[in-house]
């Protein structure tokens, strides 16, 4: 790389950063791991360490030199640089990385449970674990429940709380959206969880969505879900 020079690194990291946000929605973060590769041969070429923070600190305003300045951090272990730059700019993800390589385990399942609440689905089960191993899950598990309005994608909140296994904040989701446009969708997906320990309840719940439908359904659509929804009712017996 004989054209690159810590005078015109930050514009060509720059560059890099913008091009990897406009495709990596289409090629699941390839673009970012080989950029992430690029970056470390870039600093590795120029081979001046303080030069390169020197430059990266003058820029700190740019959210994206300032991740990279994190890594930076990270690759040279200044944990205490990089938690602070991520805590000014809630960085999650690097946050993540931070308390999982200082074995800050209270911290990390913080930072978990935040990123839980905003989505991240597939950190419930290292979540859990972690929690569990320091006996706190009961704690956390009651926190992320009654957190669960932050998530205000409810198919978001389902999934969670059915991870969980809080069958009750579940139900209680289902009964409020049972006239919603979720309402389809939610008792699609979890009526077998839901019935098999709030039954009459859920049965009280098909009942009012059933007649509202019959009373406002105009379109195919509409008679589809009717029909389904009658094949299930049917089938929990005791009902007219």
Same mark, same amino acid.
């Given at each position: 790389?004989?054209?690159?020079?810590? !005078?015109?690194?930050?514009? #060509?990291?720059?560059?890099?950063? !913008?091009?990897?946000?406009? +495709?990596?929605?289409?090629?699941?973060g390839?673009?970012?791991?080989?950029?992430?590769? $690029?970056?470390?041969?870039?600093?590795?070429?120029?081979?001046?360490?303080?030069?390169?923070?020197?430059?990266?600190?003058?820029?700190?305003?740019? @959210?994206? #030199?300032?991740?990279?300045?994190v =890594? +930076?951090?990270?690759?040279?272990?200044?944990?205490?640089?990089?938690?602070?730059?991520?805590?000014?700019?809630? /960085?999650?993800?690097?946050?993540?990385? #931070?308390?999982?390589?200082?074995?800050?385990?209270? @911290?990390? #399942?913080? +930072?978990?449970?935040?990123?839980?609440?905003?989505?991240?689905?597939?950190l419930?089960? !290292?979540?859990?674990?972690?929690?569990?191993?320091?006996?706190?899950?009961?704690?956390?598990?009651?926190?992320?429940?009654?957190?669960?309005?932050?998530?205000?994608? &409810? =198919?978001?909140?389902?999934?969670?709380?059915?991870?969980?296994?809080?069958?009750?904040?579940?139900?209680?989701?289902?009964?409020?959206?049972?006239?919603?446009?979720?309402?389809?969708?939610?008792?699609?997906?979890?009526?077998?969880? &839901?019935?098999?320990? /709030?039954?009459?309840?859920?049965?009280?719940?098909?009942?009012?969505?059933?007649?509202?439908?019959a009373?406002?359904?105009g379109?195919? @659509?509409?008679?589809?879900?009717?029909?389904? =929804?009658? $094949?299930?009712?049917?089938? /929990?017996?005791? +009902?007219?």
């Open positions: 790389m004989p054209l690159v020079t810590i !005078q015109n690194m930050v514009p #060509i990291l720059d560059q890099l950063n !913008q091009y990897a946000h406009e +495709v990596d929605s289409r090629d699941y390839y673009v970012s791991k080989h950029n992430l590769a $690029f970056k470390r041969h870039l600093w590795h070429h120029l081979n001046t360490p303080k030069a390169i923070i020197h430059e990266l600190d003058a820029h700190l305003d740019n @959210k994206d #030199i300032r991740r990279d300045r =890594m +930076v951090a990270l690759d040279g272990n200044d944990y205490a640089t990089a938690e602070k730059l991520s805590l000014e700019s809630n /960085f999650l993800p690097e946050l993540t990385q #931070i308390y999982e390589r200082t074995h800050q385990d209270d @911290k990390l #399942i913080d +930072v978990l449970k935040q990123r839980v609440l905003k989505g991240n689905l597939k419930t089960k !290292q979540l859990k674990e972690l929690s569990e191993h320091h006996h706190r899950w009961a704690s956390d598990r009651d926190d992320l429940s009654n957190q669960i309005s932050e998530t205000t994608d &409810v =198919m978001t909140a389902a999934k969670l709380l059915s991870n969980l296994k809080n069958t009750a904040a579940l139900r209680d989701l289902l009964h409020e959206n049972r006239d919603t446009t979720m309402t389809t969708y939610l008792f699609q997906n979890y009526t077998d969880e &839901v019935y098999a320990a /709030f039954p009459e309840q859920l049965k009280a719940d098909y009942h009012e969505i059933l007649l509202t439908m009373e406002t359904s379109n195919r @659509k509409d008679y589809d879900a009717i029909g389904w =929804m009658l $094949f299930r009712y049917q089938e /929990f017996g005791d +009902v007219a």
